[in-house]
């Protein structure tokens, strides 16, 4: 069993009362499941703070409690550490409980506004297709070898985080890849963590709810790098105006992938259709199955780290040109009867929904019609709202506006605040309907042949949230079942 003081280690300690030699049996950042004999990590949230619960986990019979403010009244038996900052010091601390996993495998992260799930799976499916046991962790679900475990956030707390890491060691895992998001970084989901390297994919807007200013979440995003230690590679977009900036002050290996300048790793699209791309990747011509001009660059990201874990490019590239993408990312299905085509995409970011929809348009081949169903989450970034029914309008011949996932929110006022983006010509294009299975009906219905129907917003998601119950909803199962309707 593990000792207090050695999972203490590289936690930045203010004050200690009581004895510091005490067994631990499991660590907690929720009093609702601290037991006799764990420790309790106070942090302060959003909606509550950890300090409130100090003194009811001590009666419940934890040894120790870590916390950033002592309590007035302590309890004799119990050992109290005072810490800088508690967030940073439950990532330290879950490491070195589960015995310091990040430092057994190959650990990569992906970070970036757009691609991190679509990159991590690719990482993931390569390795694996190379012959590695491998680990993911990523919004759409976690790994472990071939075993699933289901996914609740994009990157988990941190000791999900490390007990997730340490029985991909225990499995024998030799490659990890994870999604690191952005308010991963901000809550130091990740303090304590070895990375072989690091991986920036893109930044727009978005999380602005959380971070308040871009300047702020570019920031974040930078000091995931800033945190490499310098045997590490990190790879960066060098068509992103940000991607420079991310690599400014790492000590890892730098790396850059382009479409455009110069770079390690180059590419050039040669083809763009719907049967995929063809590129050259540093002068290698290849045939991939992933469309759009986004996923090239999320398959130069891939074979950037790849090389840099030491893999033959050649068969880096065999493998990768076989790959599918991640479930719910440009997934499509074409209707038996008009060859509709309809696309499931989780675009739920501007820049995500423009880069989609220009993407279509490239795939068009005559007068095919666009047709749109989007929504915004609720709870969520509000500012996005207007630019994303305005990018939607733009790019789309027909529009319905819908319902995501619009949590505690009332969702007629969630489609009003995407109306506010529209001009006089763009409100021409658009319906609002609220119930999102009828919105893809009506669209469905919109369609004549060839035409495509994109559904954006929700991809693998297999909910929808409304006042805080999770109803069953699967965009691409509704969206089958509609075009089966029309065939009889
Ligand atoms: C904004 C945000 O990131 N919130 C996360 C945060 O919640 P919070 O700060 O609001 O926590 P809180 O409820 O105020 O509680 C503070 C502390 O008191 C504890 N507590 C609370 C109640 C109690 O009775 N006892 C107790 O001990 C809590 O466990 C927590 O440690 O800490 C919680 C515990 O780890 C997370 O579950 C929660 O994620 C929520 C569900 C969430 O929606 N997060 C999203 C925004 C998120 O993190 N998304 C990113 C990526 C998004 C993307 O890729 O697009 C992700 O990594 O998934
Ligand atoms: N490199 C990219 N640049 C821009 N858009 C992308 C890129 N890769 C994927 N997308 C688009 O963005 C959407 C989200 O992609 P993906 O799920 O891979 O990103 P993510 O960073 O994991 O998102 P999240 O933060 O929600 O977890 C996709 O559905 C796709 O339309
Ligand atoms: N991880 C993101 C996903 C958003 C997906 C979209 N469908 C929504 O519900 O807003 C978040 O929780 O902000
Ligand atoms: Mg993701």
Not at 67 to 82: A, D, F, I, N, W
Not at 197 to 211: K, P, Q, R, V
Not at 381 to 398: F, I, L, Q, Y
């Amino acid at each position: 069993m593990a000792i207090l003081q050695d999972i203490l280690y590289k936690v930045r300690i203010r004050s200690v009362h009581g004895n510091l030699a005490v067994k631990v049996k499991a660590l907690h950042i929720d009093s609702r499941k601290v037991a006799k004999g764990d420790v309790f990590i106070a942090i302060k949230g959003a909606a509550a703070d950890g300090h409130q619960f100090i003194d009811s986990v001590a009666e419940k019979g934890a040894v120790a409690i870590i916390c950033e403010e002592m309590p007035s009244t302590l309890k004799e038996g119990v050992t109290y550490v005072q810490v800088e900052n508690s967030g940073a010091a439950a990532g330290f601390m879950a490491h070195n409980f589960y015995g310091q996993p990040s430092e057994k495998v190959k650990l990569v992260g992906v970070t970036g506004t757009n691609g991190k799930t679509t990159i991590a799976t690719l990482l993931y499916k390569l390795f694996s297709g190379l012959g590695y046991k491998c680990g993911l962790l990523s919004t759409v679900q976690n790994h472990i070898g071939s075993e699933i475990v289901p996914a609740t956030h994009t990157t988990p707390d941190a000791i999900s985080l490390n007990a997730l890491l340490k029985q991909m060691v225990e499995a024998g895992c030799t490659h990890v890849f994870m999604e690191t998001s952005s308010h991963a970084i901000h809550q130091h989901r990740i303090a304590g963590l070895k990375y072989a390297g690091g991986l920036f994919s893109n930044i727009t807007h978005d999380h602005l709810d959380y971070h308040k200013t871009f300047d702020e979440y570019i920031r974040v995003k930078k000091s995931f790098f800033d945190g490499l230690s310098s045997d590490a590679f990190a790879i960066s977009n060098a068509d992103d105006k940000r991607g420079p900036v991310m690599l400014q002050n790492t000590q890892a290996h730098k790396y850059y992938y382009s479409l455009r300048t110069m770079a390690e790793f180059k590419g050039k699209i040669l083809e763009n259709g719907l049967t995929g791309l063809v590129m050259t990747i540093n002068d290698q011509e290849v045939h991939f199955r992933l469309i759009g001009e986004f996923n090239a660059y999320n398959l130069l990201a891939v074979y950037g780290a790849a090389i840099c874990l030491g893999e033959d490019k050649f068969e880096v590239l065999r493998v990768l040109s076989e790959l599918t993408g991640a479930e719910g990312r440009f997934d499509y299905i074409i209707s038996v009867k008009d060859k509709v085509i309809g696309i499931v995409d989780y675009a739920h970011t501007p820049d995500a929904l423009l880069n989609v929809l220009v993407t279509i348009k490239g795939l068009r081949k005559g007068h095919e019609q666009v047709i749109t169903v989007v929504g915004c989450g609720g709870d969520r970034d509000k500012t996005k709202r207007p630019v994303m029914g305005e990018v939607a309008c733009e790019h789309s011949d027909r529009v319905i506006f819908t319902s995501d996932n619009p949590r505690s929110e009332d969702p007629e006022q969630i489609l009003r605040d995407m109306e506010t983006g529209l001009n006089t010509a763009a409100k021409r294009k658009f319906i609002a309907i609220v119930d999102r299975k009828e919105a893809i009906k009506t669209a469905v219905n919109l369609a004549g042949p060839d035409d495509i129907v994109l559904i954006a917003g929700k991809g693998h998601e297999k909910y929808q949230e409304i006042k805080g119950v999770k109803h069953p909803f699967d965009d691409k199962q509704v969206l089958t079942e509609i075009f089966k309707l029309y065939e009889r």
